[in-house]
């Protein structure tokens, strides 16, 4: 199974700042890799897909990048509704695995 | 529009069969490229996928779950049963369904989820 790691576990950033959120892959996935938004007592949203494909509903200010092991999520300006825990998740290979997720707080 | 709706009980006796129902609509499983996808969530923990069919009746289970899954398909009623058999207190988790998107021979996302159903394993 491929392990994904997610760092920080925890991320405060000041508004209006730029949050970079890490997850890396134990093998090569290439770009296939999508990020979550999951507030308290909901259901994870889909925010990125094909490492820096864009859902519909997000704005802007997110953004994915990288390829093979090395991903980033950033945020450019945070916002107060940004305060979620954010995952990362393969699917490469099944079975498609998530990073144990990052908790991004405003400071 | 794509909803996806999570039915089943709330409470299972340990080692009892636990059935879940995805009722989705906005698309069909029958198009190429289409699947679903089952993810649980233990209380305050990550993430974990479980299984998925795809629109050709390809079909994917979590290894982990040792072989206690089953995944079926109803096209024409746009449901899909996900069985979990001989439960155990580990398997309490919010169970989502959710709608994949796949444009390669590998896999797909998430792309749309359901609600989630809160499932307790007590005795």
């Known amino acids: 199974e491929i392990v994904m790691t997610q760092s920080p576990a925890t991320l405060s950033v000041s508004p209006g700042e730029r949050a970079t959120l890490s997850c890396r892959a134990s093998?090569?996935?290439?770009?296939?890799l999508a990020w979550f938004q999951q507030k308290p007592g909901q259901a994870p949203r889909l925010l990125i897909y094909g490492a820096s494909t864009r859902a519909t509903g997000f704005p802007a200010r997110f953004s994915g990048s990288g390829s093979g092991t090395d991903f980033t999520l950033s945020v450019s300006s945070l916002q107060s509704e940004d305060v979620a825990v954010y995952y990362c998740?393969?699917?490469?290979?099944?079975?498609?695995?998530f990073g144990q997720g990052t908790k991004l707080a405003i400071k | 529009q794509i909803t996806l709706k999570e039915s089943g009980p709330t409470l299972v006796r340990p080692t009892q069969t636990l059935t879940l129902t995805c009722t989705f609509s906005g698309f069909s499983l029958s198009t190429r490229g289409m699947g679903v996808g089952w993810i649980r969530q233990p209380p305050r923990k990550a993430l974990e996928s479980l299984a998925v069919?795809?629109?050709?009746?390809?079909?994917h289970y979590n290894p982990a779950l040792n072989n206690r899954l089953t995944l079926t398909k109803d096209a024409s009623f746009n449901e899909v049963v996900l069985t979990l058999a001989d439960v155990d207190l580990v398997d309490s988790a919010t169970y989502y369904c959710?709608?994949?998107?796949?444009?390669?021979?590998?896999?797909?996302?998430?792309?749309?989820w359901g609600q989630g159903d809160l499932l307790t394993v007590s005795s």
């Open positions: 998740q393969q699917y490469s290979d099944w079975p498609y695995s």
């Open positions: 069919i795809y629109w050709n009746g390809e079909r």
């Open positions: 093998q090569n996935i290439g770009s296939d």
């Open positions: 959710a709608h994949v998107i796949s444009t390669s021979t590998r896999g797909g996302w998430f792309a749309s």
